[in-house]
């Protein structure tokens, strides 16, 4: 099998409400679409969310890399041979790990399509059979947070991933008062973004949460502050994340050998897909280290892909998948059965792409071939 054309399509995925997080406020959701043919008619899609505070790309950089950098070296490849598709990328360009993201989950898409297997059957096997899924509360008033809280409760969320990191002031306000409001059986994770900076300032937020039984806490200091994490780690009970700070095998190293944070969250568009991220988890599992999947809020695409990594995988034990649950149109058709998510055995992603929507969100587009 041999891929004879790629297409691309940026769009905006619209969303229901501005999503508020420490560094920006989101209108709409940027993402770049691709659609790989190949010479037996078998279709793949993929999809790149980036973000510079994360993953260093543009949604205008990474539409020209895939255009004039790496989608030309794809073609006349053969997308089952995923490891030298890998090779091949990172021999074209460093990083770019949402560029390359999109070309792996379509490739994957390709061979599940191909073998007539769902994707989690080619990565080791369905493990888990469901996943509950947490509502994401965006930065706002305490008031407004606690009452959305109060509305995700009914509709039957047993947990919470709190977008803080503002001022610690604000941000221990906003936390007292979901906490009141859905009492203390439901699960609230907070993720600070890196909005606290360093250790001083989380280190002094933390004191004020200790009593407000808090899951973790999640990337309160900047990215590449590991040894802030090691301090904040040493000095609280309450558990750590780390997510922006893990790109890739090398950050894992350190992580690991500096016992760096409790938990880490996986990303398909912060490591480059689907095979990326399964080298993380089996890094993580020999650590004997708990991990999470994440997104960067991608449509049915980007989250089925991710979805598929944390159902094969004992030790990703939560996921943070809830992009289409947030958008007005999608383009793809994954099915949340909420609060929970169950992924079906259809072959491949396992998702139908609407493509009169997707021509629809698209601003502009190009092929190669």
Known sequence: MKITAIHLYAIHLP??????????????????????????????????????????????????????????????????????????????????????AAIDIACFDIIGKKLRQPVYQLIGGRYHDEFPI?????????????????????????????????????????????????????????????????SAVTL??????????????????????????????????????IDEGLKGPREMREIIQKRAADKVNIKLMKCGGIYPAVKLAHQAELAGMECQIGSMVESSVGSAAGFHVAFSKKIITSVELTGPLKFTKNIGDLAYEVPFIRLTDKPGLGVEVNEEILHELTIFQDAIR
């Open 134 to 198: 947490t509502h994401v509360l965006s930065i706002a008033d305490p008031e407004k947070m606690a009452s959305e809280a109060a509305l995700m409760v009914e509709k039957g969320y047993g947990s919470f991933k709190m977008k803080v990191g503002t001022n610690v002031k604000d941000d221990v306000e906003r936390i007292k008062a979901v906490r009141a409001e859905v009492g203390p059986d439901i699960a609230i994770r907070v993720d600070v973004n890196q909005g606290w900076k360093n």
């Open 15 to 100: 969303l229901k409400d501005p999503f508020v997080i420490s560094y920006h406020t989101y209108q709409y959701m940027p993402a770049v679409m691709v659609k790989i043919e190949t010479d037996e008619g078998i279709i793949g899609y993929g999809e790149a969310v980036p973000d510079e505070h994360v993953t260093g790309e543009t949604w205008e950089g990474v539409f020209h890399i895939l255009k004039n950098t790496i989608g030309p070296v794809m073609l006349g490849q053969n997308p089952m041979e995923i490891e030298k598709i890998h090779d091949l990328m990172n021999n074209t360009i460093y990083t770019a790990p949402a560029a390359k």
């Open 204 to 241: 002094s937020a933390l004191k004020q949460l200790e009593d407000y039984q808090i899951d973790w806490i999640e990337q309160p200091v900047i990215a590449d502050d590991i040894d802030a994490m090691v301090e904040v780690k040493s000095k609280t009970t309450i558990p750590l994340m």
